[in-house]
């Protein structure tokens, strides 16, 4: 049974992420993204509610909740990367809203990795729906898969990051890159969005995202850019570019 602390703790959270999602709902009705492409990429999902989350994925306290749509064109308009050249990978990629924006732009291929399969088949399901709509979205799959065991693909080139997840399962993720840029040597560009927030009320806004403090913490990779979202503060994306990066 949680103590009363524990229990005011839940509650306090509870109530941070309702008022998080009327500003979320407020934001994405300025730029109605599901109702154009006849998707479903909006509605937030706690990982408790999902048949398939397991207890230590919701003890990480990831979430699936999408990125406004003009904070992701904004920000992969400033990534340094050739599109052709390059898979983009959204890492936790939840309903797919990333995957179908990244479509926008000529990347070789786009990857969305995604550990619940429940929200694999609704990303799925989405990029089917915008294909039907708007026709050809087959540079896109979608991996159901730890992303600390994913199979990072050799011409990866950029990758996205929303808040997915805890900082240790980020450096595990990290290591995993380095070890793909190690055995195919290539530019990479990180992309982190969204700051962290260090009492979870979003009062005390940290100057990066949580998912971001490995690379912030490695020489390996250099912080290029800092782009700052259209939508709110709170969105704001960080580049890190691999050091010795060919150019
Ligand atoms: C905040 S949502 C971001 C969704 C999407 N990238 C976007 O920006 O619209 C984070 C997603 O990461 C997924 N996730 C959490 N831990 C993961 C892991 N270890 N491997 C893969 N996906 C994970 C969650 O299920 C959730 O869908």
């Known amino acids: 049974m949680p103590d009363d602390d524990q229990k005011a703790r839940l509650l306090r959270t509870i109530e941070y ?5 009327e500003r979320l709902g407020q934001i994405d009705q300025q730029t109605p993204f599901d109702s154009v492409h ?11 509610e999902l048949p398939d989350a397991e207890q230590t994925w919701v003890g990480r306290n ?25 898979t983009f990978v959204d890492v936790g990629c939840g309903k797919g809203r990333v995957l179908l924006l990244a479509g926008e732009l000529p990347f070789r291929r786009i990857v969305g990795v995604e550990a619940s399969e429940a929200l694999c088949a609704i990303a799925r399901s989405n990029v089917e729906k915008a294909s039907e709509a708007s026709g050809g979205h087959d540079r896109i799959d979608v991996v159901h898969a ?12 950029l990758f996205y990051f ?11 993720v990290l290591d995993r890159i380095e070890d793909s840029i ?17 009492d979870g009320e979003g009062t005390d806004l940290e100057k990066t995202p949580v998912a971001a403090a490995p690379a912030e913490m490695r ?17 704001d994306s960080f580049l890190y570019e691999y050091a010795s990066s060919p150019a």
């Open 62 to 86: 990831a979430r699936y909740s999408p990125t406004p749509v003009l904070t992701v064109r904004n920000a992969l308009s400033k990534c340094d990367v050739k599109h052709e050249e390059v």
């Open 182 to 198: 190690r055995q195919h040597p290539r530019r990479v560009v990180l992309c982190f969005t969204g700051r962290g927030q260090p």
């Open 146 to 157: 730890d992303a600390t065991k994913f199979d990072v693909p050799a011409d990866a080139g």
């Open 162 to 172: 929303y808040e997915p997840f805890s900082v240790e399962v980020s450096a595990t």
């Open 17 to 21: 992420r309702q008022k998080f999602d």
């Open 219 to 235: 020489d390996q990779w250099n912080l290029v850019k800092v782009v700052l979202s259209p939508d709110a503060e709170f969105y």
């Open 38 to 48: 006849g998707v479903d990429t909006t509605e937030s999902v706690e990982l408790w």
